[in-house]
């Protein structure tokens, strides 16, 4: 079993390697062997496996062909231009999650190998005119261009698999909160900003209300699902391979008393309550209540509580003192 | 003003243009000039104004930078590769129904005029999982490549009218029945074909059972019905441009009995029955029922009866003996 991960140096790509390294199987085989591959060179990881570490623009096609060999068994695309990014530079943004996922495909399909492709949407392809609640049958009618683009990824996932050149599957992310590190250029950045840089000592900034509500899942779940994701029968997936991963809905009010809950009360007060014009009408289009079905009845989870997800932050990713 | 038709060489394209030149108006303008497209030399039409013919393969970015230039008002993007050639031919899906819809969206981007696009997607988006009936809030959930093809035209319809780079709107164009001329290559062909072949006096195959549904329009009612589409307000289509354009569900034995009624009893007993396995597949994925509302609601219209569909076929197409 050789596993490749496109996407392989950003957090959830690096999460997911030292999960599968730990686990050392994937779909009951062994796994042999792992390529990470980033437009950064990805960080080496610990695996009692062969690693391999690559270069791979995803939008260039040579590119494509110099990582996914006809060993591979499945693929990780996790390999995207974020929310904020594609909405400030729309031929980014359809460079890597248009052309970007179309190349990835192709060169699948040129190897006859048809390997499991794990592909990563996002509830960003959520909003406008479709009434709520979202369920997985109701229309995406996205708001940014990065939710535009990757409805589009998923129609490719699944028309793909239909024809045969891939076994795919699509997962919409929910909001992967608490991430570890620095803000990004995702305009959800925020969502974990508030909760990490305030248990870290450190003030950040809400630029919405305490009322606005989202679907959220930490990142051990998301991982866990993701390895799961991998694992799932194509007859299961029926005809429509992409679903929302669950997650569960909390207000920020709720999330924030959870952080008070586990953490005690200073961190809340280090939380700022500033307007950002730039992104106040991507976050707008983001105030949603999603039911995450599909997944729940293919055996992917949410969080029990926010507290977990404080609970997991605290102890997968905050700075040791 | 100034229209352009991209496959203004089509069978319905050509029905637009003459409409169009017998309207001499569009959107409470004066048409002064037309301009017809194809991938093949469309043929002249008498028009009040001037017109011009022009080759274009609109999977090629420098042929749609010759026929899209900045005194363009309206285009009408019709051009496509249909269901059953998609379904063979990966490759020219791709280029003509993702990449061609991207290089006339991305010619309008770079000049920078913003112009009313009317973009001809399909009720081959439905199918799959998604439960009936389907309504535009439903997710499409395409079982052809041609289908999957088509919504992804409409997220970039879409999303290039919420930058305010074109004024679009997509209209998912039902079964249009009976087509004048020759079978084409959709899996659809036959819905005009067990018409216009008997009421020509020859024999012609019917593929499906005869209580198979499906959602259809004259080609009269979907020229107006493009017309008033270009007219649409653009507040009124809200936050997602594309949606069904209207038409009624039929059964095949509903139709044949509205054929008896207009043209009486032969033309039915030169039906045959014989199934086609190459297009059976497709077939199966299109018996579905389909509420085309916000089409109605917003001014778009189908046809009374079939009988209508029948005298319509009649009066505008049928060879005068």
Known sequence: MKVLILGGGGFLGRKLALSLADRQELRGSKIDQMVLADIVDPKPIDAPFEMEYQRCDISDPASVATCVDAEIDVIYLLAAV?????????????????????????????????????????????????PQPFNDYSLPNPQTSYGAQKMIGEYLITD?????????????????????????????????????????????????????????????????????????????????????????????????????????????????WNKQPEIDGILKGWHMDIHPERGLALGLEADESFEDNIRIYLEDDAPKS
């Open 82 to 130: 974020v929310s904020a990014h594609a909405e400030q530079d729309l031929d980014s943004g359809i460079q890597a999650n248009i052309m970007g996922v179309l190349n990835v495909l192709e060169r699948c399909r040129e190897l006859e190998t048809c390997p499991v492709v794990v592909f990563t949407s996002s509830i960003a392809v959520f909003g406008g005119d479709t």
């Open 160 to 272: 793909y698999s239909r024809r045969g050149l891939i076994d795919g599957r699509g997962f919409r992310l929910p909001t992967i909160t608490v991430r570890p590190g620095k803000p990004n250029r995702a305009a959800s950045s925020f969502m974990s900003g508030i909760f990490r840089e305030p248990l870290n000592g450190e003030t950040a900034n809400c630029p919405v209300e305490p009322d606005f509500k989202q679907l959220y899942l930490s990142p051990r779940k998301c991982v866990e699902n993701l390895v799961k994701g991998a694992e799932l029968d194509a007859v299961d997936l029926g005809q429509n391979r992409c679903l929302t991963m669950p997650g569960k809905t909390w207000t920020i009010a709720e999330m924030i008393e959870a952080m008070t809950q586990v953490a005690g009360p200073a961190a809340a007060t280090r939380i700022t």
